[in-house]
Every structure is written in C-alpha cells, then in structure tokens.
C-alpha cells in the first residue's frame, strides 16, 4: 500500500493569476498536486500544478479558478503528472483541458484506449521519416501551387477576418485524413460556439476531436489543452491512422 503524502498549507492563494504557494518538500516540477478545504477534510475542492520553486516553496499554477480558496486551505501532492484518457470515444466529442468531455457531435465510439501523461516525450529522431507523399487537402490552391506533404507542418498566419477559420473547415472537408484534432487555444468564447456549431452539421463529426481553452482561461489549462491535442494526435497516429492536428491561437 502506497504512504501518503504530506498534507502542506496553502501560503498564497490568489486570484489573478493563481499561482499559491506550498511547502516544496518531495514534489516536482509538473507534479499534479489536490487542494483540499481544510486539513480534515477528504473532499478535493480543487487541482494545481507545479510549476517551479521560490527559495524554500513550490509555486503551482492552478486548474481552473481560485474562487473558495483560503489560508486554511491544505495541498496534497499525488506524485503523478496531469493526464487524460485517451481512446476511440474521443471522437465526434469537445473535451476541456483536462480531458473531460464537455459535449459530443456523435455517440461514443465503441474501443479501446488507455491514459497518457499530456506532456510526454517527442519520438527520437530514428523513429521519424521525411516527407514523401503528398497530402490531397481537396483546397485547389493549396494542392496546384502550395503542395503539402503527409507529415509536414504548415503555418497560416492573417489577420482577423482574412478567413482561416473558413480554411480549417474546408480542410477538414476536403482533406485526406481518417481523423482531424482542432486544438481552439486562446481563442473567444464566440469563436469556439461557432466552430462547435459548425462541426454539428459536417459529415465528419464523428472523425473530429475539439479541444477547446478560451482566453479567460488561466495560462495552465491553455497550455495543457495545447499538449491534450497533441496527445490525442499522437495516440490516433499509433494506432496506423492518418491524423490532421490544426490549432487557432
């Protein structure tokens, strides 16, 4: 049976930006730690993590708001990074940073899956291949002078209303893939109402992942929601399927 870790107070809990303080003994940078309302109660009221250390304390940055936070407040250090599951019923669904799904375009798929650490390591280079084919996006222009590669990254940049969102559809439309994970980071809540709109009425739904982290979201959870798409691409890309990762930022 596993020890449990140390219950240390709460130092700093504030609420823009939320990063309290705590006791820096025997945890570690990305550690996933459990904040509970008082040292005797068990119930969990909210999550952080631990992003780096001031002289003798680690500061965390936490998951979601800080709103019920107090001095009496005590951390819990689980000795595990964040992660998330990850598996066929992510498909045709909108998840939240943390992997939770928030609304589906479809039915859950029938599969297998298993739970991954969002922030593991890059495949070594031996393992990776150059671009040899290309990749039919169905996007005339972009096929006839702008050819694209399986494997290779594109970056689109204009400013707003020039239409990538429209473009991100229309590849999604068009191109060959077998699965399309659209990371939404940073963006207005506006913005993911109507991608989320517009995926309910696409024929590919249900071959599509959406996760999403608005800018009135801490910096935490956008940059975990970025590493929770990349993690989902990657576990479809084990499986033998062609994946399309696309992000607006």
């Not at 303080?21 to 631990?50: F, K, T």
């Not at 799904?101 to 798929?109: C, M």
């Not at 209303?161 to 559809?169: E, F, I, P, S």
């Amino acid at each position: 049976m596993k020890p449990p870790r140390l219950l240390r107070r709460l130092a700093n809990p504030s609420a823009c930006p939320p990063h309290p303080g705590g006791g820096a003994a025997r945890v570690a940078v990305g550690e996933l730690c459990e904040i509970r309302r008082n040292w005797q109660e068990r119930e969990v009221v909210a999550r952080a993590q631990v992003v780096g250390f001031q002289h003798e304390r680690a500061v965390l940055s936490l998951i979601g708001n800080a709103r019920g936070l107090s001095r009496e407040a005590v951390l819990q250090p689980t000795g595990r990074a964040l992660s998330a599951w990850v598996g066929e019923e992510a498909l045709g669904a909108v998840l939240d940073p943390t992997g939770r799904v928030v609304e589906r375009f479809s039915p859950a798929a029938a599969g297998g899956g298993e739970a991954r650490d969002i922030d593991s390591d890059p495949p070594p280079y031996s393992r990776r291949v150059g671009v040899r084919e290309p990749l039919a996006t169905g996007v005339r222009a972009i096929d006839g002078l702008l050819t694209c590669g399986v494997g290779q990254r594109v970056g689109i940049f204009a400013s707003a209303g020039c239409g990538k969102t429209m473009l991100m559809h229309m590849l999604i439309e068009q191109a060959d893939a077998d699965v399309f994970v659209i990371g939404l980071i940073g963006e207005r809540g506006r913005e993911v109402t109507e991608f989320a709109e517009a995926l309910r009425g696409s024929d590919k739904r249900d071959r599509c992942v959406l996760v999403f982290a608005t800018s009135d979201f801490p910096s935490v959870d956008r940059c975990n929601a970025a590493l929770l798409a990349t993690t989902v691409a990657e576990y479809f890309r084990d499986q033998g399927k062609k994946v399309c990762c696309s992000s607006i930022r």
